[in-house]
C-alpha cells in the first residue's frame, strides 16, 4: 500500500474532436465502471474547447478532468489565453503547468510557470507542475541542477500550505513521444531527489506530494515504474488517446 494515493493523468496534448473525444470517454467510463476498485485518482488533462464535453461527461463518473495550461493572468486584456477562473467555470479539478511543450515551443520561463502555479492554487485547482532534463543535459550530468532549478522557482513563491497541495510531474524532455522510457530505477534517482527539494521546504508537506512519472509510459511498463516507492503516479500522453491503454495502466496503478 502506497502512503500516497496514486493519480493517472491523460495528458492528451492537441489532440481529439468532438465525436473522437466521445468515444475515448465512453470508452474511459465504460471501463472505471468495470473496475472493482479504482484505486487511484483519474484525470484527463483536454485541450481548452472541449472542457464542456469532458465536464457534461465526467461530471457523475470518479473521473476528474483538467486543463493542459493556464494563464499567469487573473483578467483582461490577454488575447488569446485562459483564466483559471474560466477553468472553474467548467468544473476542471486540475491544471498542468510547465510541461516541457510548453517550456520549449511557447518559451516559458521557471518564473512564469511559477506564477501559474500559484494562480492554480488561489483558485483551489491542483497544478501538475513539470520538471524535466533534455538529453543534452542529462549528458552533461545537469540532470539534477537542471530540475531542481525549475522546482525551485516554484517553491519560492509557494507556502507551506501551498506546497503540500500541488502535483509535481517528472518528464525527461528525451521520454516524451519517444517510445523511450526511463527505467524505474533512473525515474526513481530523480523522484527522490525532488522529495529532497521538497523537504527543504517542509519535511511533511514532502511525504504529501505525489511526484508523477511522465515520458512513453504504457501498459507494459506502468506496473515496474509504479512500484516505485516515490513514483506515485504518471502523467500520460500518447497511451492516454486510447481507451484500453489509459485503464491499463490505470488498473497497474
Ligand atoms: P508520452 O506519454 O506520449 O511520452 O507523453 C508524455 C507527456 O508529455 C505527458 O505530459
Not at 494515493?5 to 468532438?18: T, Y
Not at 469532458?54 to 476528474?64: G, H, N, T, Y
Request: charged letters at 15%; a negative charge; one cysteine or more.
Amino acid at each position: 500500500m502506497k502512503q500516497r494515493r496514486p493519480l493517472i493523468a491523460g495528458n492528451w496534448k492537441m489532440n481529439g474532436s468532438l465525436a473522437a473525444n466521445q468515444v475515448l470517454l465512453t470508452g474511459l467510463l465504460d471501463g472505471v465502471a468495470q473496475l472493482a476498485t479504482v484505486a487511484c485518482d483519474v484525470v484527463v488533462c483536454v485541450p481548452f474547447p472541449y472542457l464542456a464535453q469532458a465536464q457534461a461527461s465526467l461530471q457523475d463518473s470518479v473521473i476528474k478532468w483538467g486543463a493542459q495550461d493556464v494563464s499567469a493572468q487573473e483578467v483582461g486584456a490577454y488575447t488569446g489565453e485562459v483564466a483559471v477562473s474560466m477553468l472553474r467555470d467548467f468544473g476542471c479539478g486540475y491544471a498542468i503547468v510547465g510541461h516541457s511543450e510548453r517550456r520549449s515551443y511557447h518559451a516559458e520561463a521557471d518564473a512564469l510557470v511559477a506564477q501559474k502555479t500559484l494562480r492554480v492554487l488561489e483558485a483551489g485547482l491542483t497544478p501538475i507542475v513539470c520538471v524535466g532534463e533534455t538529453l543534452q543535459e542529462r549528458k552533461a550530468g545537469l540532470t539534477e541542477a537542471t530540475v531542481a532549478r525549475q522546482l525551485n522557482a516554484v517553491l519560492a513563491v509557494l507556502n507551506t500550505e501551498q506546497l503540500a497541495k500541488i502535483v509535481l510531474a517528472y518528464e525527461p524532455v528525451w521520454a516524451i513521444g519517444t517510445g523511450i522510457t526511463a527505467t524505474p530505477e533512473m525515474a526513481q534517482q530523480v523522484h527522490a531527489f525532488l522529495r529532497t527539494q521538497l523537504s527543504g521546504l517542509n519535511a511533511q508537506a514532502a511525504g504529501q506530494v505525489a511526484i508523477l512519472y511522465g515520458g512513453s509510459m504504457k501498459p507494459d511498463n506502468a506496473a515496474a515504474l509504479l512500484a516505485m516507492p516515490d513514483i506515485d503516479g504518471g502523467l500520460i500522453g500518447g497511451a492516454a488517446l486510447k481507451a484500453a491503454d489509459f485503464l491499463g495502466i490505470v488498473a497497474a496503478a
